[in-house]
């Protein structure tokens, strides 16, 4: 019985070492798959984010322009005494920039040209203007002249570049009034001259001599009308004053001396008639008055 036996337990423990093989095998290759993976992993780059492109920055170079010494009104001629050189920084290129003053040659100003600021070749132009009063005149706006003396023009004060507000004294009126009918007007231009400075004021106080103001349509209209009704002066502005007063304000010698004007039932007084915009207008105590309002201020009198 034992020889039977022994061949069985040989043949199991043959086959033993074998699978024992199989299974390190498969060990060692799970190890290694794992291994591979792991490494691989680790060892592969990261993965970048994209950098965003910067914008490109215009280019800046530094250049010798010209500058102006004093702001430069619309259609004057430029002259090379009217600027100088300066070393700025040019951002964008140089190419519109005025940098020689062989560029000034026959050239005019194009638009205001401000004082300090590097010229461009925008600013200028070779046409010049028909005259340097129409070239200050912006759309919407008329230029109107009136004669004045040394008393009416401020002592000769009202001259280019000021400001002022122009006033009305009917001759016609029964009682001495006075109407400002155009407020805060800018005077382009006293006896032909665009400069600002005033001169000498005439020896004669009643020497006569002109003033041309820029203001709408409808402002030179009634000055134009003003003219043939009575006298007309100038009250000078200050530059920075822009606050207007109640439109045709009248002011009578009644109320200046605190007296309170009575009128009867009398109907009221017209000095005249004028047609604008193709509308009638009646003259009454300086003002332009609609028969309509005239008719409206009759019934309140009586």
Request: hydrophobic share 40%; charged share 20%; aromatic share 4%.
């Amino acid at each position: 019985m034992k020889p039977a036996a022994q061949p069985a337990y040989n043949a199991q423990r043959g086959n033993s070492p074998v699978s024992t093989l199989l299974l390190v095998v498969l060990l060692f290759a799970c190890v290694g798959v794992v291994v591979y993976y792991l490494v691989g992993k680790r060892g592969a780059p990261a993965q970048q984010q994209p950098v965003p492109l910067a914008a490109p920055q215009p280019a800046t170079e530094t250049l010798d322009v010209l500058v102006p010494v004093q702001k430069i009104d619309t259609g004057a001629q430029l002259d090379p005494t009217m600027f100088r050189k300066e070393t700025r920084a040019i951002v964008g290129g140089s190419a519109n920039v005025v940098t020689s003053f062989d560029q000034l040659k026959n050239a005019y100003a194009a638009s205001f040209i401000a004082a300090g600021e590097p010229v461009l070749l925008d600013y200028i132009t070779s046409n010049p203007p028909l005259n340097q009063i129409q070239a200050k005149i912006p759309d919407g706006f008329r230029a109107v002249t009136m004669s004045v003396d040394s008393t009416t023009s401020v002592e000769g004060w009202a001259r280019s570049g000021a400001k002022v507000d122009v006033m009305l004294s009917p001759t016609r009126a029964q009682k001495p009034t006075l109407t400002v009918i155009v407020q805060n007007a800018r005077v382009l231009s006293a006896s032909r001259s665009t400069s600002g400075d005033p001169g000498a004021s005439p020896t004669d106080p009643k020497a006569q001599t002109t003033v041309t103001l820029m203001v709408t349509g409808d402002d030179a209209a009634k000055i134009q009308l003003a003219a043939k009704s009575g006298t007309l002066s100038l009250a000078l502005r200050g530059d920075e004053d822009t606050v207007e007063s109640p439109q045709n304000t009248t002011l009578t010698i009644d109320s200046v001396l605190g007296i309170e004007s009575k009128k009867g039932p009398q109907q009221v007084q017209t000095e005249g008639k004028v047609t604008v915009g193709g509308k009638e207008y009646l003259i009454v105590e300086g003002k332009l008055l609609s028969p309509e309002e005239v008719a409206s201020l009759s019934a309140k009198q009586k």
